[in-house]
């Protein structure tokens, strides 16, 4: 939990550049010690990339057709961040603003795993994956230990200590049989145990060890083990957007200007000249200090008197590309056939991963997650109009879930966060934290940089928040002095 707080008042104008995550927590930091805060923010919504998409809203593509969302009452899609890890910061926000949160479902045994190119012939549930590799690996780990090939590692108290967390483990025989592992019901059922005489069918023997390592199921585990990806996870109610609302309402409407596009930034012997565009006109704003938190591709564009190093250091990163679509189905089949409530399909199709909604289940209508790439999978997505996009998510979408995964939509909407205008990537990456991170990372005269991309939790709203949280801290700090 954390205690954040500027301690004694600061009275200095401080213009915020962008009302995306990190400059609205700026805003109602500084506020809340008694400063001077504008926003300007060049889009009509606040949020930057932390956007819920709904039934009525217009999702514009440089260079391609404007997308109306036609999801119904309820339905929402999260377009960017779309889970919270317990640890991070963002819980503390959603605590101090009254943001409801509720569990998001990042890992479901009952979700699947589908490796086309290692040959696989249909898809498997997660907890099926896991008691086969688990299975075989003990299996293979107890022959090792008991025919001697690690006498050098284990004393004879730790073999049998090992040996018995295998037996449970992974589920494997007894040492007359050679400690194999044959299957069990952790792979599931076909028909699930019941009353009476009805004891279920399971699924039957597992396929064999050389089967089961081609078909590379196991390479799926290790993404939940991650610091930022284990659950619980946790979303807000409602949609992610409730997180840049809560803040925007807490800095004050009237502080934030939307429509307002930066196209200069003149550092002065006191204080910073910003000019920006808003109704077709250019105006011109004065502050005492400026916290800068658009994305260093974008900054990188806005002309501004802080030198080469500087310039040099915001078109350092390079900005990756990510792409989700939302598919708005009339039943949710995926809960009615397959028992999947919540949760994440991992494939290694150009789709990549299928989320299921984290809420309003056993409701008639949902909404999935078809696509949810990165990479060169979301750059060839990024190309098509969203009727391609469709199409080619519902195809390779198929080969997980059958011809059912075709039918029943009821809408959809995608989104390409390079080909969205004033932010242009889904986040960015350094090629190393060297020189130009750590120059960012210094107020340049009465300039702050600010944001994710300054951080060592990038792509999280984390990220963000700390980075908020330094720059201001750092600036505070300064105010007093002066
Ligand atoms: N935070 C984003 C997500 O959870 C992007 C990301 C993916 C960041 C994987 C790190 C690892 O999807």
Redo the contacts with the bound molecule.
Sequence with gaps: PSDFRLRGRGAAKVLVLGAGVAGLAAAYELGKAGYDCTILEAQDRVGGRNRTLRGGDRLAEMGGATQRVRFSDGQYMNAG???IAQWMTTMDYCRELGVPLEVFT?SNAEALIYNESAGMKAPVKWRTAKADVFGYISELLAKATDQGALDQRLTATDKERLLSFLSGFGAIGSKTSGYAYTGTDRRGYTVDPGAGHQAGTPLGPPPSLSEVLASGVGRSFS?EF?Y??AMLMFQPVGGMDAIPRALARAVGHGKIKTGAKVTKITNLASGVRVEYVAGGRTKVAEADYVIATLPPNILAKIPHNLGAGVQAALSTPVPAA?GKIGLEYRSRWWELEDNIYGGITNTDLDLATIWYPSYGYNDRRGLLIGY?N?GAAADTYAAMTHEQRLTRALNQGAKIHGDKYRKDIAASVSIAWKRQEHIEG??ISWPSRGAEYKLLNEAQGNVYYCGDWLSY????QHGSFESARKVVSELHQRVLKS
Excluded at 457 to 460: G, K, R, Y
């Design positions: 961040p779309a889970r990042n993404f991650g930022s990806q990510t949810y990165f889904g986040w939790e990038i792509a999280w």
